[in-house]
């Protein structure tokens, strides 16, 4: 299945309308788990812990509260993040759920998005959240149902190699258009910048894809 144009330029606008503040949440997650800042201010900081579960849609998959949401900070801190971002993400939705820190209509659910959706702000060169569009977009591209993280994240890095690898003019050209402060930032997070942009573009690929192919 080829590429849509319509739907690349929707996704690489998506990219530069993001980008710049998915590094300042990146950024200031760095600060808290560096210890240059504490679980209270990062909570509350401009892109901090609050500011990022209302962006990213998570917050409801938590137990509402400030006290609820230091207790995942504390455990957050203490995490001890592995090489497979699939581990960390299985380990940490494990972990915050059987404390009893997540909520569910049945019980503290398995908080999955959320976990991913953090490795993507820890690792944003590396990792992109689990996300029921890019889910649905894989699937009908597998023509398969996926049910296991480990095989979504095989198919969207199968993708990602496809069409986005960091060597391809897709991303050198998406790369020449990034303003200063985008590379400057990448740079002070020890970030690869062409992988970070084929990361998050593959992400906002198969996130526009089920969109306009679900309004069709």
Known sequence: MKLDPKILKLASNEVNQSLLQDLHFASALQDFLQKSIDA???LNVQHGFKKF???????RTLQAG?????KILALIKK??????HVTNISLLAGQIRDRGLSSGAHGPGLPQSFASKLMSIYKPDEVVPYDSYALKSIELRSGQRIKELAYYYQAVENFRAEYFDESSSII??????QDSKIREMSSSLNLNHERLLSWKLTDKYLWC???VRNKV
């Not at 579960?53 to 917050?59: E, H, I, P």
């Not at 995490?79 to 497979?84: A, E, G, I, L």
């Open 53 to 59: 579960l209302y962006d990213y849609r998570v917050g």
């Open 209 to 211: 894809e089920f969109l």
């Open 172 to 177: 050198n050209k998406l790369a020449d258009a």
């Open 79 to 84: 995490f001890r993040f592995k090489p497979s």
């Open 66 to 70: 400030d006290e609820a949401k230091l």
């Open 40 to 42: 209270e201010e990062y």
